[in-house]
């Protein structure tokens, strides 16, 4: 069964095919923590492209530290992964980076249209994870 079974809005994220990928390469139903951690690796690595991009434009300097407090608040959501799984406390870090990372969207800090793709596309992924999260947790506590 899916982690993200219940969430059809999730179909073209990374976490989903990540999910897929790891059921190909372990022939069974991927832990939600794999998919997690996956996913936060992922998102990393794509915000620092905003950093390069949106460096030398008027709001750098507010883009470049929300976007350097997100990628630690990932850093920290993955070590909560790896420590503890899929916790409410995960979701309660990764929903607080999707929120800082809207924010930065909502008051129009990033222009360059490729960065405000990448933004969108993180927060998209990070909204799918927290959507996930409960879910997971749920059926962890009534087993």
Do not use: R
Not at 49 to 58: L, N, R, W
């Amino acid at each position: 069964m899916s982690i993200f079974s219940n969430l059809a809005t999730v179909e073209h994220t990374f976490a989903a095919w990540a999910e897929k990928e790891w059921a190909t390469v372990y022939k069974e139903a991927p832990a939600v923590e794999n998919v997690l951690a996956a996913t936060l690796k992922y998102a990393g690595p794509a915000l620092q492209t905003v950093v390069t991009v949106e460096a030398g434009g008027s709001a750098g300097a507010v883009v470049g530290k929300v976007l350097a407090d997100a990628q630690a608040g990932l850093v920290a959501a993955s070590g909560l992964v790896y420590d503890f799984g899929a916790t409410p406390t995960v979701g309660g870090v990764v929903s607080s980076v999707s929120s800082n990372l809207s924010g930065l969207l909502t008051a129009g800090h990033i222009t360059n249209p490729t960065s405000i793709a990448t933004v969108t596309k993180v927060v998209t992924e990070l909204d799918a994870l927290v959507a996930a999260i409960p879910a997971v947790t749920a059926k962890a506590v009534a087993a």
